[in-house]
């Protein structure tokens, strides 16, 4: 399926407000229940809805092995009865490369095992380091003697590094392993392997050992809601809002007063109106291994954006808002949902292709339009359906790409 023009424009107003009430197969519950939310200028006219979600799709990693890619082994080498090795991963996946080596997620970048075969222990230190790219990983270790150890390390690719990846690069992955004898150190492996830096804006739809749905939540890592061009959108927003302001959080249940109807609405006037924000179709499949996908400051600095492009946008600014934002993926397509209040679930979807050609009020109405269509496939875990719950994702420890 191709990412391609949603033919928002055909849509009508019976068909806007169309409830599909779909049974879930895990609960006694129907949804989307629609409720009425409140019109941002108190005028009393037609509101846009929010719809109550429920769902039911777990959350947990499908392995803590898993691996984005085969890993190369290079040849033993022994100085003084001691046997150092290493395998490391191929391709380093920038936009990923921060989630390496924590718990459930990516597997270790750099994996060095140690064999001392003498009578008594040795204190080894290994250091890892792609050249150019990353931090260097140190570790000093305690040996047994006539054991092993296993060091797994990750080097982090360092800010600079990730501002500068606009295309994959070829790179040298230095590797040290010593050994402290009277004091001094004594090499036992000083070696450069070849390895790929992909661009920040590759991301990978397929990672070996990885669900749809978890590669899925990933996308998280591209939501930057502390970017300064992020930071730089809400204050241009701070203009359109009524209080001349930009508040943070929830502050009424259902979104009684409006508010976060309001500074969404605000988000959207500053993209459409200071930084002439316009849709670009791609043409992108779920099925491919990768798609170039830019960061929200680039899509503000290049003044348009694609449909996952775009949602990340707007995804991000509501967080720096303190707002709860969900992506919801859809064969060829992507859109964001925003929490109404941060406690039932409920829900103001918006269609952010439709910037710069249609108003606010429009894009949510078929943003629900779009979400009675989905969320049955979307509960049911179907093939290119996804939710992802960005306060979740944060909690499992997928924090923002740390670039800028």
């Known amino acids: 399926m191709s990412w391609g023009r949603r033919s928002w424009q055909r849509f009508g107003a019976a068909a806007v ?51 984005e890619a085969p890993r190369s082994t290079v040849g033993a080498v022994t100085v003084d009865a001691i046997t150092a090795d290493y395998t490391y991963k191929s391709e380093l996946i920038t936009p990923l490369a921060h989630l390496y080596g924590l718990e459930n997620f990516l597997d270790d970048f750099v994996i060095v095992t140690i064999q001392n075969d003498n009578t008594a222990a040795v204190k080894v230190v290994v250091e890892s380091q792609i050249t150019g790219y990353t931090d260097k990983a140190t570790d000093t270790i305690t040996v047994d003697a006539n054991s092993s150890e296993e060091v797994r390390q990750n080097p982090r690719l360092t800010t600079a590094a990730i501002d500068g ?27 450069t392997s070849q390895t790929t830096v992909t661009s920040r804006r590759d991301y990978p739809w397929k990672i ?24 730089s959108l809400i204050r241009a927003a701070e203009e359109y809002d009524p209080s001349g302001s930009m508040s943070g959080g929830y502050d009424a249940a259902e979104d009684a007063n409006g508010t976060v109807y309001q500074r969404m609405a605000d988000i959207w006037q500053a993209e459409a ?42 995804a991000a ?36 292709t439709m910037i710069g050609q249609a108003t606010f009020d429009d894009a949510v109405k078929y943003g629900l339009q779009e979400w009675t269509d989905a969320s049955s496939h ?16 944060r909690k499992d420890g997928i924090t923002p790409i740390p670039w800028h």
């Open 165 to 191: 990846l606009n295309s994959s690069h070829q790179a040298d992955l230095h590797v040290v392993v010593s050994y402290l004898q009277s004091g001094e150190p004594r090499t036992i492996l000083d070696q």
């Open 317 to 352: 600014a509501a967080e720096a808002l303190g707002l709860d934002a969900a992506l919801i993926l859809i064969p060829g397509h992507a859109y964001v949902g925003i929490s109404i209040d941060n406690t039932d679930q409920s829900y103001y979807f918006i269609e952010t």
């Open 17 to 67: 407000l169309a409830v599909l009430v779909v049974g879930c197969s895990s609960s006694s519950a129907t949804w989307p229940v629609v409720k009425g939310s409140h019109a941002p200028d108190g005028s009393g006219g037609p509101a846009p809805s929010a719809a109550h979600v429920i769902i039911p799709l777990s959350s947990a990693r499908a392995s803590a092995d898993a691996t």
């Open 378 to 393: 979307v509960a049911a875990g179907e093939p290119e359906y996804g939710w992802v719950d960005v306060p979740q994702a």
């Open 208 to 231: 070996k050992g990885f669900t749809d749905q978890e590669i899925y939540d990933m996308l998280a890592a591209m939501i930057t809601p502390t970017d300064p061009g992020v930071e």
């Open 273 to 314: 109106e200071v930084y002439k924000l316009k849709y670009i179709s791609t043409t992108v499949s779920f099925q491919a291994e990768t798609q170039r996908i830019r960061l929200p400051s680039e899509v503000l600095d290049q003044a348009s954006g694609n449909c996952i492009e775009t949602t990340l946008l707007y």
